[in-house]
């Protein structure tokens, strides 16, 4: 007898209506793409896509995480196939590298009194488009801190000490800034702090230099008896910087120098307690790249008693005062923030975008 003809096979469930490739899933004309934001946050790019989806077209960031956990930022666009490479340009223009600003300060302490007080620092750069080494091959110059500053002085012979004489080998000249250095060194002034900084731009960067100064706190309990607990203060300058690039070449300041320092002591229910003194200020300016800004005026006033006499003559109650002598010196220092803003632009990279489907 002829056998019966087997059953068909079962040819399973049928194909699938979607694609996937690595960040990207294409189902039914719709097109699903996965983009973690990488300099901004995703509400904040989150506007800017939105004005280039269709009316089918969706968004969905990823919530904030919790507090100490890393941010996903993570981003899921849904549109139509023939918009979400619109899409993805859009996000390539909105969510690329931001720039970044390098802030170069120094901080110096000069005192002020009646002498000739200018000062100035050799700093050379070389040329755009020179080497360092082409600009120093044929420099040669000698410059006497003292001579110099003393030429200055009414009726002297001016610019005495200072003979410069700066060219590479195609006689071109370098860039010649005179600061404060002569000051260094005859000892009116002082560097605190010369440090190097680099920030997002838009973002805050702070300085600080100084040392924690403790001090002793009377905590005054119910009965009347007073409880003491020592903390701590910060006698330092501080300087907060927010700069802010504006059209490619200029960088917008917010600078807010402050200077703190320990200017006596007072005795408080039998307790030596450090007085302190602040020095602020509050600025907001523009400049160009690279262009040098100085900062000054915090001007703080020290006044220091010194006994001189023969000993133990000089302790005697009332006569003492024969043998010996009070001296009260005064001295003015004023604080000078020196800074230049440059923009660090990134180099052009491929920003990493979900793979094209071939």
């Keep these: 007898?002829?056998?019966?003809?087997?059953?068909?096979?079962?040819?399973?469930?049928?194909?699938?209506?979607?694609?996937?490739?690595?960040?990207?899933?294409?189902?039914?004309?719709?097109?699903?793409?996965?983009?973690?934001?990488?300099?901004?946050?995703?509400?904040q790019v989150m506007p800017f896509v939105q004005k280039f989806l269709t009316p089918k077209g969706s968004i969905l960031v990823s919530p904030a995480a919790p507090p100490n956990q890393p941010d996903l930022?993570?981003?899921?666009?849904?549109?139509?196939?023939?918009?979400?490479?619109?899409?993805?340009?859009?996000l390539n223009i909105v969510d690329r590298p931001m720039e970044q600003v390098q802030i170069e300060a120094q901080i110096v302490e000069k005192s002020i009194d009646n002498d000739l007080d200018v000062g100035f620092e050799l700093r050379m750069e070389q040329d755009p488009g020179h080497s360092r080494d082409e600009f120093l091959r044929d420099a040669t110059g000698t410059f006497h801190p003292d001579a110099f500053l003393q030429s200055l002085a009414p009726g002297a012979l001016?610019?005495?000490?200072?003979?410069?004489?700066?060219?590479?080998?195609?006689?071109?000249?370098?860039?010649?800034?005179?600061?404060?250095?002569?000051?260094?060194?005859?000892?009116?002034?002082?560097?605190l702090s010369s440090p190097?900084?680099?920030?997002?731009?838009?973002?805050?960067?702070?300085?600080?230099?100084?040392?924690?100064?403790?001090?002793?706190?009377?905590?005054?309990?119910n009965n009347g008896i007073a409880n003491s607990t020592v903390?701590?203060?910060?006698?330092?300058?501080?300087?907060?910087?927010?700069?802010?690039?504006?059209?490619?070449?200029?960088?917008?300041?917010?600078?807010?120098?402050?200077?703190?320092?320990?200017s006596g002591t007072v005795n408080i229910s039998g307790t030596t307690t450090p007085v302190f003194s602040t020095r602020n200020a509050d600025t907001?300016?523009?400049?160009?790249?690279?262009?040098?800004?100085?900062i000054g005026g915090l001007v703080r006033t020290e006044e220091t008693e010194t006994r001189r006499g023969v000993p133990i003559l000089a302790d005697i109650p009332v006569i003492g005062y024969l043998f010996g002598s009070?001296?009260?010196?005064?001295?003015?220092?004023?604080?000078?923030?020196?800074?230049r803003p440059r923009i660090l632009r990134p180099e052009a990279a491929e920003l990493v975008l979900p793979a094209r489907r071939k």
């Design 1 to 43: 007898a002829a056998q019966d003809a087997p059953p068909p096979a079962d040819p399973g469930p049928p194909p699938p209506s979607w694609t996937y490739q690595r960040g990207r899933i294409e189902k039914d004309g719709m097109v699903t793409i996965f983009y973690q934001v990488r300099q901004g946050r995703g509400p």
């Design 73 to 90: 930022r993570l981003m899921m666009i849904q549109d139509v196939k023939e918009n979400i490479d619109l899409v993805e340009k859009v």
């Design 158 to 191: 001016p610019f005495q000490g200072l003979n410069l004489g700066l060219f590479n080998e195609n006689h071109q000249w370098g860039i010649i800034d005179l600061r404060i250095r002569a000051l260094i060194r005859r000892g009116k002034a002082t560097v």
């Design 196 to 221: 190097y900084v680099t920030v997002n731009n838009g973002e805050s960067a702070t300085i600080v230099a100084g040392d924690e100064v403790p001090f002793v706190e009377l905590i005054n309990i």
């Design 231 to 262: 903390k701590f203060k910060q006698a330092a300058v501080r300087l907060v910087v927010v700069p802010h690039v504006i059209g490619g070449n200029y960088i917008d300041l917010d600078v807010k120098p402050e200077v703190t320092s320990v």
């Design 284 to 294: 907001h300016l523009t400049v160009k790249d690279g262009q040098q800004i100085i």
């Design 326 to 339: 009070t001296q009260v010196e005064k001295r003015k220092t004023e604080i000078l923030f020196i800074l």
